[in-house]
């Protein structure tokens, strides 16, 4: 257990649709990460946020987006599902914002499936 | 940002040493290098970071030249169980935040 919690851990759903997914960062750790993994692809960066604002952003669609709570847990909003949104999601925290020493620690992911 | 390079794949021998080198020549002063395992259908998990010359855990060592253009990833006798994807990562600024993008990794094929 990497003290990173996702969930749901499955999902399956339809094209057009909404989900949710979310993720509650390591205690302590103050910076939540998304990324997109498609079959067999590499991990694709989303978007960062620390302590509740965002702080980058990367290959995001407008479709999609996410927020962090008052209590560091994040939630990545997918809308308007298309079959190419199908793919794992993690989250992963780390305990600075800075570009320093960005050691991630992932969780388990989330396996979106639009059918 | 500092994109990073790496072989797409490796293969090895149970008990050999495997060495697997990330090129990153846009690195920034300020920038660590670290590197992740990730077993199918799991997340990447940290096996090592530095930022010159070299360092040493219980799992891996890797190498960095003074330029920091490069790094090795040196994995000593590897088993069946090491068989996984390797990814270099290089920390980048964006807007003061991080943008932290994998490259597309080395896919690392142990035999017995």
């Known amino acids: 257990d990497s003290g990173v919690t996702q969930t749901p851990k499955h999902l399956i759903t339809a094209t057009g649709q909404r989900v949710t997914l979310r993720c509650s960062p390591r205690?302590?750790?103050?910076?939540v990460y998304w990324y997109q993994q498609s079959l067999d692809q590499g991990l694709q960066f989303l978007i960062q946020?620390?302590?509740?604002?965002?702080?980058a952003k990367g290959n995001i669609l407008e479709r999609f987006s996410a927020q962090q709570f008052p209590d560091l847990h994040s939630e990545l909003n997918l809308s308007s599902l298309e079959l190419g949104d199908s793919a794992l999601y993690f989250c992963?925290?780390?305990?600075?914002?800075?570009?320093?020493?960005?050691?991630?620690?992932f969780g388990a992911g989330s396996r979106l499936t639009v059918l | 940002l500092a994109k990073t390079t790496q072989p797409i794949s490796m293969d090895s021998y149970e008990g050999q040493e495997v060495n697997i080198t990330c090129s990153h020549n846009?690195?920034?002063?300020?920038?660590?290098i670290t590197w992740y395992q990730q077993f199918p259908s799991q997340g990447p998990r940290f096996i090592i970071q530095?930022?010159?010359t070299k360092v040493t855990n219980e799992v891996a060592s890797l190498f960095i030249p003074a330029d920091r253009k490069s790094s090795t990833l040196s994995l000593p006798r590897v088993s069946l169980s090491d068989t996984a994807v390797y990814y270099c990562?290089?920390?980048?600024?964006?807007?003061?935040?991080?943008?932290?993008?994998f490259g597309g990794g080395t896919r690392l094929m142990v035999k017995p």
């Open positions: 530095g930022y010159k």
């Open positions: 846009n690195i920034a002063t300020n920038d660590y």
């Open positions: 992963a925290s780390s305990s600075t914002g800075s570009a320093g020493a960005n050691v991630l620690t």
């Open positions: 946020y620390y302590n509740g604002e965002e702080r």
């Open positions: 990562l290089v920390g980048a600024r964006h807007n003061a935040g991080n943008m932290l993008t």
């Open positions: 205690s302590g750790d103050l910076s």
